[in-house]
DNA sequence: CCTCACTGCATTTTT
DNA sequence: TGCAGTGAGG
């Protein structure tokens, strides 16, 4: 092989490796694209090739910079790297984005509206805020429901369209209104002196604009590595651009087939336009798998196969062909848990060590997992759902902690001034806020408002506790460290001491709780870290980053099992609905990405994989029938263990029920029973004319049958169409499903914004 | 001003 | 199903 030389297989850092990822790896220069598969040794050849640029090309570490999604990540880079190289790491620059982001606007932030002294916003921030901007402008947020003009704002600020910009986008009167918000709710950031998570990219994109900085970086990082490439927005996307301009060794991996961030702004173009952007790039494709059986590997290329936008590659494995794909359909949620805790008891008969990963679409199935668990006392550990820092306690005690370090921060003010209750309702705090001197802080309301002696009683006489608290925590903060000021403010607030005055069960968890965090600020205080930092963290934290690869049993959505392996993996709740996701159905754009997190499921599973569905399923306290998830059908026969056979499954599983249609046990309408009775009438008749549907080699032929639920019937009106509801007004057909009695538009109207619409009753009209 | 109870509504996925 | 937002009563 040209470029790989036979000397250089013997080098340690080349030690296992294949010969793409040797040539990967000791690519110095000039921009490179590696398309890693999963499961390709991918990390392994970036902390090598980081190494190799280190020990064999001279790099100082100060001159390599390495982009990753998540703290775990980063951190497992750095440890790989610094087993492999000889010299200390601390000046090489291994972060997320985010947290590169925080540090440039710590260093650089006094050019940003919000200074260098700024919080983060974790999103129940921003809705908070959000809620006052809408109350403000007198928005109802019956239309402008907060979480989803936060992120239709989201998708701007991740397009790099600050307010002003955004307008030539904002053509409807909807969306012009969120544009107000938008540009309101950009004011209450600056006046609070608080970036949300989208500003830490946004802002540090616009400083690199400035040719000063970008050339003092760009200079600086002569290496820059981006992981997971196939994940970045357009900030994101902008940013390694303008610090990769000067050198060009800008190394990218990622897999286009494993892009499942859509939805956050993610642009499977950066990745598929790599070689537009830089001409002379070159490209490996890493596509041994060293993780999982043939077996495996073949669902899952044939899945992905379903998709266009591909650069192309293929999965194989010399891990021999290993265990068929089991397919588990149960009658009904509950069921389908404990078949999959039963399967988990086997394997643990036998194998007391297997590591066992439980995946699912969305957190709230892992609800009816946990239970069963509980039932047969299995211990499991759960990731993501409520996180730790946010919950209600935790984000009390935080409220104090960022008012100390950011005194402009209205919001954690809010909550801290009565967390414990001090009397404080919403006419003192309107009081208080009116008395913020213009630009000054809201502790300095207060105060003005004490001498002026314009509270009274309990208010007075608590209020001047609480500020009295804050004049003293900066000396405290000074004299004490970081453990020291959280104990000292969980005592002088009063806090821990109304949680012990409870004495209910409750509150004893909250304290541990809060013990937790006290444990955590110490240990983070003797690493160095600083108050502001601490804070910085902790928002930055995510789910993923809580992974313990040690845990036995595992249960996670898809998303943060993403880059993670495990022997035996159970993929549950492959139904319609469900997974392909009811939102992500409507658009083939959305369809594909359910594709590929489910490519990204199956490739999770070094041994077996156990997919399993339910016919029946309590989904938000509803009884709910739903079909087989259609990416059943791309899964090769030759690689399951039992075919599917389809039509009898469907038959049982309720096929020509209306999916989305609910029943309520004998109320009004028909009964679960009576039902299914007309379901099977229903499939009866279909099996008397048809030939038998059970044949197992055939049925992958009999496809394309008519998926009534995702294409619109004939004679529905396509997506574009302009309507007018005698209720909303004036809208515009987004999506339609169902058919028949069930045809259901998604209207994005001008004034209401979006709603579901059942054709049958919505009398829409179609507007000339 | 706080607490409790009721109702109505919503579930993707996360740095 | 469960949470969040609202309204009545203490």
New binding site residues.
Partial sequence: MPGDAPDLSDHPLMKHLNAPQREAVCHAHGPLLILAGAGSGKTTVITRRIAWLIEEEGVHPGSILAMT??NKAAEEMRDRVQRLVSVPLEQLWVS???SFCTRILRREGDRTPVGRDFVIFD?SDQKSLMKQVLAELHLPEKQFHP?KVLEVISDFKNRCLLPEEAREEALDPWTRKVLEAYDLYQKGLRSHRACD?DDLLLYTERLFREPALQTAYGDRFKFILVDEYQDTNRAQYLLVQHLARRHHNLCVVGDEDQS?YG??GADIRNILDFQRDFPEAVQIKLEQNYRSTQRILDAASSVIANNSQRLGKTLWSDLGHGESIVFKLTDEGRLEAEWVVQRILELRATDAEAKVAVLY????QS?QLEEALRARNLPYRLV?GVKFYERQEVKDLISYLRLVSNPFDLVSFRRCV?AP????????LAKIEGAIPEGGTALEGLADLLRRGELKGRAQREMGRFLELFRRAAGEREAQGLAGLVRWVLQESGYLQSLEDEGTLEAEGRIRNLEEFLSAAAEAESLGVRLSEFLDRIT?A????QVEESAHLSLM?I??AKGLEFPYVFVVGMEEDVFP?R??RETPE?LEEERRLFYVAITRAQRRLTLTAARRR????TEMLGMPSRFLREIPAEALQAPIRWGTELYQAGEGVRPGSSFTRGAGGASVATELQRIRGFFDRVRAQAEEPADPSGHRDEQPEPEPESRPAAGAWPGGTRVRSPRFGRGIIVASSGSGDGLTYTVRFAEAGEKRIVARFGMLEKEG
């Fill in positions: 999604f998540t997320t984005f985010h999103p979480r998570f499942i939805w956050r679409r969305a957190n709230w609800r993501g009565n209750s001090r009397g404080v309702g919403p006419t003192t930055l995510a789910d993923a980053d959505t998303h943060c996701n939102n992500a959305g309590r989904i938000m306290g």
